[in-house]
């Protein structure tokens, strides 16, 4: 466990810095870069493509290292685990969700969203169960059984909020979730992701570049050429 953390954070991040490249090749991309999630909070990081918001999501997520700093999720300093144990932590306590949905063509919603259970040690039938609660809620108890190929964009969409809240995550890093939806999708996917997340205590943090839905977060933040600051 990181010593003087806030039990009170879902994820912490200290003066994290990450540069590409070595020696006069070296590019810096983010700047001391330092927050603190409360549990259950919604935080909105806006700014330009390029901005490095992406590079933000995947330290905080345990899906690249930083070059100084660290990033403590649930008491632990990821990158003082080991690969295994990272990923048992980020399985445990996050959440993704992405502009693409990123599902495995050949199984269906239901089996997408079954499967971070299933990746967790949890049987089948207790997996499919809460999966299909889950589904339950985003609206597609009647497209369960269908494949990513016979859903439309949204609903492709709502199993991947699913499949990233069945788990019950202390925090989910959401990188433009609503990006590739048109307006209304966008607006029903966001509103179900915002109700399902403060029924279970989850955190998030969103990357958007809509003002509109950064602004229904509880706090905002932007990432100005790698320095994030108040919006």
Same mark, same amino acid.
Do not use: W
């Given at each position: 466990?990181?010593?003087?953390?806030?039990?009170?954070?879902?994820?912490?991040?200290? /003066?994290?810095? &990450?540069?590409?490249?070595? *020696?006069?090749? =070296?590019?810096?991309?983010?700047?001391?870069?330092?927050?603190?999630?409360?549990?259950?909070?919604?935080?909105?990081?806006?700014?330009?493509?390029?901005? *490095? &918001?992406?590079?933000?999501?995947?330290?905080?997520?345990?899906?690249?290292?930083?070059?100084?700093?660290?990033?403590?999720?649930?008491?632990?300093?990821? =990158?003082?685990?080991?690969?295994?144990?990272?990923?048992?932590?980020? /399985?445990?306590?996050?959440?993704?969700?992405?502009?693409?949905?990123?599902?495995?063509?050949?199984?269906?919603?239901?089996? /997408?969203?079954?499967? #971070?259970?299933?990746?967790?040690?949890?049987? /089948?039938?207790? %997996?499919? =169960?809460?999966?299909?609660?889950?589904?339950? &809620?985003?609206?597609?108890?009647?497209?369960?059984?269908?494949? @990513?190929?016979?859903?439309?964009?949204?609903?492709?969409?709502?199993?991947?909020? %699913?499949?990233?809240?069945?788990?019950? #995550?202390?925090? +989910?890093?959401?990188?433009? @979730?609503? *990006?590739?939806?048109?307006?209304?999708?966008?607006?029903?996917?966001?509103?179900?992701?915002?109700?399902?997340? &403060?029924?279970?205590?989850?955190?998030?943090?969103?990357?958007?570049?809509?003002?509109?839905?950064? %602004?229904?977060?509880?706090?905002?933040?932007?990432?100005?050429?790698? +320095?994030?600051?108040?919006?």
């Amino acid at each position: 466990m990181s010593e003087g953390l806030n039990m009170n954070m879902s994820l912490v991040a200290k /003066n994290i810095s &990450k540069t590409y490249g070595e *020696g006069d090749l =070296a590019v810096q991309v983010l700047h001391d870069i330092s927050l603190e999630l409360a549990v259950g909070e919604k935080l909105a990081i806006v700014g330009a493509s390029g901005s *490095g &918001k992406s590079t933000l999501l995947h330290l905080l997520g345990g899906l690249d290292h930083a070059s100084q700093g660290e990033v403590i999720l649930a008491g632990h300093s990821l =990158a003082r685990l080991s690969e295994s144990d990272l990923n048992k932590l980020r /399985n445990q306590h996050l959440g993704f969700i992405y502009q693409f949905h990123h599902l495995l063509a050949e199984f269906s919603a239901l089996d /997408n969203v079954a499967m #971070p259970l299933r990746i967790r040690g949890i049987d /089948n039938d207790e %997996a499919r =169960a809460m999966a299909k609660e889950m589904l339950t &809620k985003v609206g597609l108890s009647h497209r369960m059984d269908h494949r @990513p190929a016979a859903l439309s964009g949204g609903e492709r969409q709502r199993v991947a909020v %699913a499949r990233a809240l069945v788990t019950k #995550p202390s925090c +989910v890093l959401a990188d433009e @979730p609503t *990006g590739n939806l048109d307006a209304e999708t966008a607006d029903t996917v966001f509103d179900l992701m915002l109700d399902i997340a &403060k029924s279970q205590g989850t955190a998030f943090v969103i990357v958007t570049h809509d003002p509109l839905r950064a %602004a229904r977060c509880d706090r905002v933040l932007r990432l100005d050429h790698g +320095v994030l600051k108040a919006h």
